[in-house]
T-cell receptor, first 113, second 112 residues
Framework: GDSVTQMEGPVTLSEEAFLTINCTYT??????LFWYVQYPGEGLQLLLK???ADDKGSNKGFEATYRKETTSFHLEKGSVQVSDSAVYFC????????????WGLGTSLAVNP | NAGVTQTPKFQVLKTGQSMTLQCAQD?????MYWYRQDPGMGLRLIYY???????DKGEVPNGYNVSRLNKREFSLRLESAAPSQTSVYFC???????????FGSGTRLTVV
C-alpha cells in the first residue's frame, strides 16, 4: 500500500542555518504531496503542496519539489528562524475513491537563537 | 473565520465515563476525519466520512463511534473511556484529499 517515510527527529539547528527534512514515498498512480506544520499546542496547518511531478511547492520561505524519479518530496529552507520550531509532517493523497491522506510520523524541529 | 471548530478543547474523564467530541466545518467540505495523535505515533485515523450519510473505519476504530449529523458536523463518541484513549484528537475536513485537509485545533483528552 501507499506509504510515507520521513527522517526521524528531533532536528536541532541554530538560527539562520539551512534546513532539509527528507521525505520519500511509495504510491500507486500520481498522488499529490503535502507538507503540514504543527506549532506547539496547535492543530496542523498546510504549509505547501505539489500535485504533479517536478512541481515545486513554496510558502513562508519553505520549498519542496515533487521528484517522481526518486519518489521524494524533501522540505528545505535556506535560513531558519526560532519561530520555525514545530513538527513537520509529510503526506500524500492515497489511491482509491476515498483518497485519504497517508501521513509520515512527523519530524520535530527546534531552532535555537 | 472559516474553518474547523472542535469542542471541547480540554477534557478529563474517569475510566468508564462517556463523552462526545464535537466537530463542525463551514467550508462546505464533503469529507471529514477524526484522528488521534500520540507521542511517537504520528496521526492515526479513527473514522472518516467521505460524504454526508456515510462513515467508515480507519486504522484504530475500536472503542469509538461516530455520527455524521449533516454535512457540517461529525462527532466522535467514546462510550466507555479507557486510559489508553488519553490522547489529542483532531478533526479535519476536505473537499477532496488531493486538495489537502483543514484541521481543527484539537481536543486534549485525559482519561484517569
Amino acid at each position: 500500500g501507499d506509504s510515507v517515510t520521513q527522517m526521524e527527529g528531533p532536528v536541532t539547528l541554530s538560527e539562520e542555518a539551512f534546513l532539509t527534512i527528507n521525505c520519500t514515498y511509495t504510491a500507486t498512480g500520481y498522488p499529490s504531496l503535502f507538507w503540514y506544520v504543527q506549532y506547539p499546542g496547535e492543530g496542523l496547518q498546510l504549509l505547501l503542496k505539489a500535485t504533479k511531478a517536478d512541481d515545486k511547492g513554496s510558502n513562508k520561505g519553505f520549498e519542496a519539489t515533487y521528484r517522481k524519479e526518486t519518489t521524494s518530496f524533501h522540505l528545505e529552507k535556506g535560513s531558519v528562524q526560532v519561530s520555525d520550531s514545530a513538527v513537520y509532517f509529510c503526506a500524500l493523497s492515497g489511491a482509491g475513491n476515498n483518497r485519504k491522506l497517508i501521513w509520515g510520523l512527523g519530524t520535530s524541529l527546534a531552532v535555537n537563537p | 473565520n472559516a474553518g474547523v471548530t472542535q469542542t471541547p478543547k480540554f477534557q478529563v474523564l474517569k475510566t468508564g465515563q462517556s463523552m462526545t467530541l464535537q466537530c463542525a466545518q463551514d467550508m462546505n467540505h464533503n469529507s471529514m476525519y477524526w484522528y488521534r495523535q500520540d507521542p511517537g505515533m504520528g496521526l492515526r485515523l479513527i473514522y472518516y466520512s467521505a460524504s454526508e450519510g456515510t462513515t467508515d473505519k480507519g486504522e484504530v476504530p475500536n472503542g469509538y463511534n461516530v455520527s455524521r449529523l449533516n454535512k457540517r458536523e461529525f462527532s466522535l463518541r467514546l462510550e466507555s473511556a479507557a486510559p489508553s484513549q488519553t490522547s489529542v484528537y483532531f478533526c479535519a475536513s476536505s473537499s477532496q484529499a488531493s486538495y489537502g485537509y483543514t484541521f481543527g485545533s484539537g481536543t486534549r483528552l485525559t482519561v484517569v
